[in-house]
């Protein structure tokens, strides 16, 4: 008797106990076929057919690349970079110590090797603790994005400068948003999304759009560029190949660089 029991009991929690598990588990549908299509869309509300998005493992903290990221700059070399000077292309000659890279005034604008057209960007300066100059002579350096679209680079704590020349202006065109920058000698980042333009026949169909945070804080949602970086007159396009290299500017001052990465971004669309 006391073994049969047993055996009940056994096979009690045998039914029982699955039963529970199943009872905290539940399930969905992973997708429809007869919801409403989207609007402008081919696709039907929560569509069972419609492509997933591809994994990306972010970075352990944030700010550090996710797995789908080129880094440019991991604070070790200069293998990426290559220079621009007056006198022609050069091996990029800035100063790396201390896991950054710090212009060395005069040795030229750094321009990468990979080229690029739409783009995530995350990039982190610090312009020079020490205050030897004003207005664009504090900290000025640049992303040249395609080399010739620059979001400014600049010391801006307490700092007067035209508005659209202090950091995070699209430079010459658009003041930023707000003022977030941190003081000098701090590291401030960039977190940029670049739309790159589009040409046609030698005209311009599309113009580029940018969208920028420093420090976390943004600074243009998604702003139309009106032509490449100039100093005292309106800049223009130039037609241009479709990927162009990113550009950091030597504007005669030892500012800072690390921690730059890029994603190629194809095409804003959703899938
Ligand atoms: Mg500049």
């Not at 699209?170 to 701090?186: C, H, T």
């Amino acid at each position: 008797m006391k073994v049969r029991t047993l055996v009940a009991v056994f096979l009690l929690c045998a039914v029982v106990v699955p039963g529970q598990e199943k009872k905290g588990y539940r399930t969905s549908p992973v997708g429809y076929s007869d919801t409403p299509v989207l609007p402008g869309q081919k696709w039907r509300v929560h569509d069972i057919a419609r492509p997933h998005p591809a994994v990306v493992t972010p970075g352990a903290k944030p700010g550090d690349p996710p797995s789908d990221a080129i880094v440019l700059f991991d604070g070790k070399d200069l293998s990426h970079w290559t220079a621009e000077t007056k006198h022609g292309p050069a091996a990029a000659a800035w100063k790396v110590e201390k896991g950054y890279m710090e212009i060395v005034p005069g040795s030229g604008t750094l321009v990468s090797k990979e080229k690029f057209s739409d783009i995530q960007l995350h990039i982190e300066w610090a312009a020079p603790a020490a205050i030897t100059g004003d207005s664009q002579w504090r900290g000025n350096s640049g992303i040249l994005i395609m080399n010739r679209y620059e979001i400014q680079v600049l010391d801006s704590y307490h700092n007067l400068t035209y508005a659209d020349g202090q950091a995070g202006a699209i430079y010459g065109q658009w003041p930023p948003l707000v003022n977030a920058a941190r003081k000098p000698g701090e590291w401030q980042s960039y977190d940029i999304v670049f739309e790159a333009p589009k040409f046609e026949g030698g005209r311009l169909v599309k113009p580029a759009y940018a969208t920028v945070f420093l420090n976390g804080v943004l600074l243009h949602n998604r702003k139309e560029i009106i032509g490449r970086m100039a100093h005292r007159v309106v800049g223009t396009y130039a037609p241009h190949a479709a990927e162009e290299p990113l550009g950091l500017q030597d504007h005669d001052t030892p500012v800072r660089y690390r921690n730059i990465w890029v994603r190629r971004v194809k095409g804003y669309d959703q899938p």
